[in-house]
């Protein structure tokens, strides 16, 4: 079992950066494939980006591709997502996520077991 706590969400002005953090607790970090998503009232869960537990492989939404990074630390059982070039668009609420089952790389809601609960991302215009 992972338990996930996500930080770092707040206000920030079109234009600007912002850096998540999701804090993991629970044996094998270092084995789970970890991921970002966001969601909008009434909307989907959306797929931002995913780091690979095997060899830390990434792969990115075109929305967000170039603008931001996904990174980890297994050491500090932490994955992060740098966000830059923030506009509108990108106001949501953001959730890290977590799975160690899958054989391929997981970009789909159904995939993750593990969730956070979120942190909120407002970007003024």
């Known amino acids: 079992q992972v338990q996930l706590v996500e930080s770092g969400g707040g206000l920030v002005q079109a234009g600007g950066s912002l850096k998540l953090s999701c804090a993991a607790s629970g044996r094998s970090f270092g084995s789970y494939n970890m991921a970002w998503f966001r969601q909008t009232p009434g909307k989907e869960r959306e797929f931002l980006a995913v780091i690979t537990w095997r060899g830390g492989n990434t792969y990115y939404a075109d929305s967000v591709k170039g603008r931001f990074t996904i990174s980890r630390d297994n050491a500090k059982n932490t994955v992060s997502l740098q966000m830059n070039s923030l506009n509108s668009e990108d106001t949501a609420v953001y959730y890290c996520?977590?799975?160690?089952?899958?054989?391929?790389?997981?970009?789909?809601?159904?995939?993750?077991?593990?969730w956070g609960q979120g942190t909120q991302v407002t970007v003024s215009s």
């Open positions: 996520a977590a799975e160690n089952r899958l054989t391929y790389v997981p970009s789909s809601p159904s995939d993750y077991e593990y």
